[in-house]
DNA sequence: AGCGGTTTGTATCTTTTGTTACAAAATATG
DNA sequence: CATATTTTGTAACAAAAGATACAAACCGCT
């Protein structure tokens, strides 16, 4: 558990210290449980977030409903969309839910305008995750396009281990299926055929990633 | 044939006077020739193009070379990933090619950077542009991963259209192929089943929208 | 141990998209 | 106008992914 104070020290590497000082007595301490949805579509956004700890996913939802997972917000982190839209005042494009226990630092939209001004090292910091996201979502158009199911299977989940730091993973065939668009069964076929190949291990709930993948 | 001054006047209503002038002694004007890649991906970009006359594709091409439409840059607007790219000077990450003759008003990232923080209008246009690219690249991550190719290729089509104001297609389905990301031979497929519905008509290197789409 | 809900395995069938190959039509070019 | 090149049409087949249905395995809980 987090203080402001301590939270903010979080970013002295990155922040100039007028900065941090501003930082300090502008921003508000949140905590997220695991699964919570912080932000939907079409929500308006009156403040932006720098997390502290946990993971944040997020992702699209299309009018008919169907969700596809983008990317993780880790910590020290943020979200681009978040900062675009916050600052045009315009509603959210994307969906940004919790998946472990998280503490956000979030700043209000209000003197976000004057700090892109006023803090170099703010503008740098929104401009690095703009680019940093854009790359992310062109690798992701990449990989939908012209990589098979199969493939991206494998990605997800080699990122999923590097990202828990364990080979473990906590996952039911089901919650893979929505991240990856597409059907439960589709995915425990691939799984199955993955581990006949020896390339991982299918528990309940689980599955155990092999060196040979 | 602009000259930079009348070139500069195309933005008198979307920056302000002081930004109208820096614009006109830093700029640089450009032509285009139709089909000319301006921008491919590992690239520097010293120069930030506001476009004055034509249209730019901007796609995305991976490690194999296969190569996606993200979206158009048309009279009046930027791209948004130069704009991120230049200001982070980091390289460009996708392909930009020249769809008809264009002019553009050229402007070098070393002034840009101090713009953000003098000019408000400015620090507007950036990011408008790039919440804009996002949307559109993010409505372009649902119809990939979602929508079927007959779908998709219809809109393209429409969008084409809208484009150029005209229900008469100038491309092969070659072209189009490659915007969409498939062969030539699917392409074919698909008009000849629009056509056989009585939504469009087919020509040698044109395709003619009929109301019925 | 038994029950109920959740998760996984698998078969079957369909649809969509990709691939290859070849011929015909249209156009460009000398 | 004769020939080369580009574009389009189409068949036949393969691979990938989606849909449906049902059974079996697993887990939490009493």
Redesign the pocket.
């Given at each position: 558990m987090f203080s402001v104070k301590a939270a903010v020290s979080k970013f002295e590497s990155v922040f100039e210290p007028a900065l941090l000082a501003e930082l300090e007595t502008n921003s508000m301490l949140m905590t997220v449980k695991g699964g919570d949805t912080m932000l939907n579509p079409g929500q308006t956004i009156r403040a932006v977030p720098l997390l502290l700890s946990g993971t944040f996913k997020v992702s699209r939802v299309n009018d008919e409903g169907q969700e596809i997972l983008l990317y993780y917000v880790k910590e020290g982190e943020s979200c681009a969309m978040t900062f675009t839209c916050c600052m045009m005042s315009h509603f959210s494009v994307i969906r940004g839910t919790a998946e472990e226990d998280s503490e956000l630092l979030c700043v209000p939209m209000d003197v976000m305008d004057g700090w892109m001004v006023k803090y170099p090292t703010w503008k740098r910091f929104v401009m690095q995750t703009i680019l940093n996201r854009f790359t992310e979502i062109l690798k992701s158009i990449d990989d939908i396009?012209?990589?098979?199911?199969?493939?991206?299977l494998v990605n997800y989940l080699k990122e999923k281990a590097k990202a828990t730091g364990s080979s473990l993973i906590n996952?039911?065939?089901?919650?893979?299926?929505d991240d990856?668009?597409?059907?439960?069964?589709?995915?425990?076929?691939?799984?199955?055929k993955l581990?006949?190949d020896n390339k991982l291990l299918?528990?309940?709930?689980?599955?155990k990633l092999l060196s040979e993948l």
């Open positions: 396009a012209f990589k098979k199911l199969a493939d991206r996952l039911t065939h089901q919650q893979i299926g990856l668009g597409t059907s439960r069964v589709v995915i425990s076929r691939l799984l199955k581990e006949i299918l528990y309940y709930n689980q599955v």
